[in-house]
């Protein structure tokens, strides 16, 4: 692929009279270039996301074959949907608060600071991203029942424990995302604040913020989505009390089998999340600028937690980030880690040896083992088709049209990107099942189908790490490349792809851990015969037996190592020592 | 402009020249980038064997119905929930005497499984399915995504099971959600055990009984049903009621109920009344133990059958019968309680020793006649919803 969208004439006549015929032929190849990469993941998602999720809305609003929208005003009449509908609201933006506010000072001392253990420290907090909501939710609940080591605080089946689980959910991504911007932020503006005169602070506030906003905005984009669309959680930890509207969809659904309810309150999450995203657009718009950026990672400092026997500058972050990381995040895994080593035998590997059968009593198809390759081979797939996705969209997201309708359009295909996120699981299963039926596309038993559905997860995490880092590129760069003579080709090469490929080993890191953990569709889609390794946690916790739920929290630790191991290897892709250039 | 300066650098520039805070970073960078990424790239793939699409060598990847449509012989399309397991080697016998190779789909709960069938009518999901119980039975018989179909092989202690009013589901296997109690802290705690629903009402029972959501756990919607049973559809929601006066915790689901409430078994919770199967207690007997720490309360069990059917509209009808045929089979009804955890319905199968000892069924379980369930099941999850959760 090759091309290069933006308009890169000289608005001054002369050149334009000089070189016009040229620039002419040029730009509509270009556009037909920049038409096809758009294409390409816009007919994707059409086909496995659009068309499902329409297909089986549109069931719910006919009746008799007559269209029928009388559900509307019966459900919207219902004091029930407006008190889902809040809670929806507040648990996102209480759950996106907290991940935000937590997540800076972690992705400043765990991407601007150096300390021993700090490449280990990345690869655990994304840990908890991927884990199974039921296993999270056992660990959570664990901790919080009365009988348990947090218990004294009173958080069992509380509004505010639910927060916490979409924050300890969530807070990776507000570091990563975050932090990969800030690593290649150069320092030096802040750096002349100071000089200036400025306070750490209001230089940090003045300066740093500022410039970071692009990044912040992306991550909490992604996380009032996840966070406003969570299912598993809300579930273990609230139940119907704090009911979600993806839950009520998903209760009417696979209960109930009331379609015209589930469509009604698909439409209303649609609104939801598309009111959202517009509002995080307009704030991301209006912050979106050109950086100064360094292709490599500045070479971190270490911290400095006390100077001149005073607290220093770092202290208060990093004792934030320490209480975070300690209670969030290490607390629940070691809770997982202790209990997988609790046999009924005594203490031991025991449920770690038995990964290698098939559980207590039978209760697989294949071992642990043969499910954690399954996992990874589906990854590997889910992964190339995000990542070849998603790089795609935020090249074309990337480009600044002159034309007002390219702008539009772009706008437009931002947003719909999004959209997957914010769009309950179920019913895009349910849609695959009613729309993917017929050949060409009968697909539903089709193995293909699971990897693509993680895929399409995937993709906007993909665009959102991808696109703050290509947009704070300076667009004059390009500009002048092509003044200079260098082909659309070589333009991208020359200057979008050492942004891209530093950004792409995260989002390669993302869309692997995606794949890893997900659930919903893989639970929905994967053949008895070839689960993954969610699915057999999923299997295994629902037995009884201490045999089998050790075994479940033995693979539950599997899979966050894998998890931990792909994360840590996406850093060195991401060229941990490139300051050593 | 500016930076035009820079950007002529970069441009002319040599390989290997230093250019500090230039986006546009040497070509030794992407080169030592492209090399990691190629290795790492290398043992991701030599860690994860390779792609799924990749290989595509498994066999029965493909969908399958095309093959089915010949006689005898083809592919027998399975839908199943997703606690189906019988043993390889009985299904392996069965491929190898009848000619049919078979396809399993599990696509969620016993629940999801019956919506599923419902809204694929038009083009069936395969040619039989299994899982569908009696909470469910009656709705998909309403909708008639089962075609008739009585079986030479149904045994004689099933037909109490069959769906009265119909042929189209074939009882395979019984089992009896029941409240759970750890003998060992009542041991402890000085207090008797209690035996019926109302003992659970009386107050040195207070805040001990955890149970699942009806609208969210299937443990849950039977417990209902037995309660409906028990106290009959004008008197349920009222013990309800005593129940929620009485400090009765409700969760999601069974794995968090029993795993993280329930002081008997992994979890060690503080609660020693749960809601589980009457087959529990025989998983909590440790090695070498011929005493079960936990025991069921078989006067407070709802009776969950399950059910198989040919699916309407299949592609292999017969390859279907066979296959419910073959589920009635001393083998695989021998095979079950081991695999699912669930009764035969064939009485005359000898049970695992551990069954008889600790998994007893009850002698006089609750039950609510099936076309009442499909009238009321939804209002009923609405009016506890209502009462308990509020």
């Known amino acids: 692929m090759d091309g290069d969208g933006h308009r890169v004439s000289s608005p001054r006549p002369g050149s334009g009279r000089v070189r016009g015929g040229r620039w002419r032929g040029v730009g509509a190849a270009r556009g037909l ?33 007559m269209l029928d929208l009388g559900g509307f005003a019966e459900v919207f009449s219902r004091p029930r949907t407006w008190r889902i509908i809040r809670l929806t609201l507040t648990q996102a933006v209480l759950g996106t608060a907290g991940a935000v506010l937590l997540g800076i000072p972690g992705a400043y001392v765990l991407y601007r600071r150096d ?87 209001r230089a940090f506030l003045g300066v740093t913020l500022p410039a970071l906003m692009p990044a ?27 009911g979600t509207i993806e839950t009520e969809i998903w209760i009417q659904t696979t209960q109930f089998l009331d379609l015209r309810t589930a469509a009604v309150l698909s439409v209303a999450q649609l609104v939801v999340v598309a009111g959202s995203l517009a509002l995080f657009s307009r704030a991301r718009h209006r912050r979106e600028r050109a950086l100064r950026l360094q292709s490599t990672s ?92 998603g790089v795609l969209v935020a090249l074309v997201l990337s480009r600044r049209p002159r034309h007002l309708a390219a702008r539009r359009a772009i706008g437009w295909m931002d947003g719909l990107v999004m959209l997957p996120l914010g769009v309950s699981a179920v019913t895009v299963g349910f849609g695959f099942l009613i729309s993917l039926d017929t050949p060409p596309l009968d697909l539903r038993s089709s193995p293909v189908l699971i990897p693509i559905a993680q895929a399409i997860v995937a993709m906007p995490l993909v665009v959102r790490v991808v696109l703050p880092v290509l947009r704070a590129i300076d667009p004059r760069l390009r500009e002048v490349a092509a003044v200079l003579g260098a082909s659309p080709g070589r333009v991208l090469t020359a200057v979008d792809l050492p942004f891209l490929i530093r950004s792409a080993g995260l989002a390669i890191g993302f869309a692997f851990a995606v794949s890893l953990g997900e659930f919903g569709a893989t639970a929905f889609l994967a053949r008895p015969d070839r689960p993954t390794l969610p699915v057999v946690i999923f299997r295994l916790i629902g037995r009884p037996g201490a045999e089998n739920y050790g075994m479940a929290l033995a693979a539950s630790v599997l899979l966050a190592l894998l998890t931990a191991g792909v994360m840590g290897l996406a850093e060195r892709l991401r060229g941990e020592h490139a300051g050593e250039l | ?100 190779t078979v396809e399993l789909s599990a696509p969620g709960d016993g629940g999801a499984l019956v919506n599923q069938l419902i809204l694929t009518a038009d083009s069936p999901l395969g040619d039989v399915a299994y899982g569908v119980d009696n909470s469910f039975a009656s709705r998909a018989l309403e909708e008639g995504v089962f075609e008739s179909y009585t079986s030479p092989a149904l045994p004689a202690s099933a037909e109490e099971y069959l769906v009265e009013g119909s042929d189209a589901l074939t009882p395979i296997d019984i089992g009896d959600v029941c409240l759970n109690v750890d003998h060992e802290w009542f041991a402890e705690a000085g207090i008797d055990e209690p035996e019926t629903f109302e003992d659970l009402l009386e107050e040195q029972y207070e805040d001990l009984l ?60 503080d609660r020693p009344i749960v809601l589980s199967y009457s087959t529990s207690p025989a998983f909590e007997v440790a090695e070498g133990e011929t005493e079960a720490p936990t025991g069921a309360l078989l006067s407070t069990c709802f009776r ?8 309407a509209g299949a592609a292999n009808p017969e390859g279907g019968q066979a296959f419910i045929d073959f589920l009635l089979s001393d083998e695989v ?53 209502a009462t308990v959760i509020g």
């Open chain 1, 33 to 65: 270039v920049w038409g096809l990469a758009a294409a390409v993941p816009l007919i994707f998602l059409g086909v496995f996301f659009g068309y499902p999720v329409a297909s089986l809305i549109a069931r719910g609003f006919v009746t008799d074959g």
């Open chain 1, 115 to 201: 300390f021993p253990g700090r490449a280990v420290l990345r690869a655990v907090v994304t840990v908890p991203f991927v884990l199974p909501t039921v296993v999270v939710g056992v660990a959570f609940r664990t901790l919080l029942a009365d009988s348990g080591p947090l218990g004294f605080l009173g958080l069992d089946g509380t509004f505010a424990a639910i927060v916490l689980a979409l924050v300890f959910f969530n807070y990776a991504v507000v570091v990563r995302t975050v932090g990969g911007l800030w690593e290649r932020l150069d320092p030096r503006t802040e750096q002349a604040a100071r000089a200036l005169g400025a306070s750490p602070a």
């Open chain 1, 216 to 242: 912040i905005a992306s991550a909490a984009s992604v996380v009032f989505l996840f966070c406003a669309t969570a299912f598993g959680v809300v579930l273990v930890l609230g139940g119907v009390q704090f």
């Open chain 1, 298 to 389: 500045t070479r971190p400092t270490p911290l400095r937690l006390w100077q001149h026997h005073r607290p220093g500058p770092d202290l208060l972050p990093t004792a934030a980030t320490a209480v975070v990381v300690g209670l969030l995040v290490l607390l629940p895994i070691a809770t997982l880690v202790v209990r997988s080593l609790r046999t009924p035998s005594g203490w031991g590997l025991g449920n770690y040896v038995a990964l290698g059968t098939t559980g207590g009593d039978n209760a697989l198809t294949v071992t642990v083992w043969e499910a954690a390759a399954n996992s990874l081979r589906i990854a590997v797939d889910a992964t190339v088709l995000a990542v070849v996705m």
């Open chain 2, 1 to 100: 402009m500016p930076t035009i300066h820079s950007a002529e650098r970069w441009l002319l520039r040599r390989p290997g020249s230093p250019m500090p805070h230039n986006p546009a970073l040497g070509r030794r960078g992407v080169a030592r980038f492209a090399g990691r990424a190629g290795l790492a790239g290398v043992a991701a793939l030599a860690l994860a064997g390779c792609s799924v699409i990749g290989t595509g060598s498994d066999s029965g990847t493909g969908t399958g119905s095309e093959d089915s449509d010949g006689e005898g012989g083809g592919v027998v399309q399975v839908v199943t929930h997703d606690s189906f397991h019988v043993s390889e080697e009985l299904i392996a016998d069965f491929e190898a005497e009848s000619g049919y």
């Open chain 2, 210 to 269: 955890v149970v699942t959501n009806p609208a969210t756990s299937s443990p849950g919607l039977a417990f209902l049903l037995a309660t409906v049973g028990a106290f009959g559809e004008d008197g349920w929601l009222e013990y309800w009621e005593g129940l929620a006066d009485n400090g009765l915790k409700v969760v999601d689901g069974w794995s968090d109920a029993y795993s993280v409430d329930f002081s008997g078994s992994a979890g060690e919770g």
């Open chain 2, 304 to 311: 969950q059958i399950e059910y198989a059917g040919v699916i």
């Open chain 2, 333 to 385: 009804q021998a095979d079950i309680p081991e695999q699912m955890y669930v009764y035969p319905v064939n009485d005359q199968v000898e049970l695992p020793e551990s069954w008889t000892q600790f998994a007893p069924l009850a002698e006089d379980p609750h039950s609510v006649d099936p076309a009442e369930i499909d009238a009321h099941r939804d209002e009923w999850i609405q009016e506890w919803t």
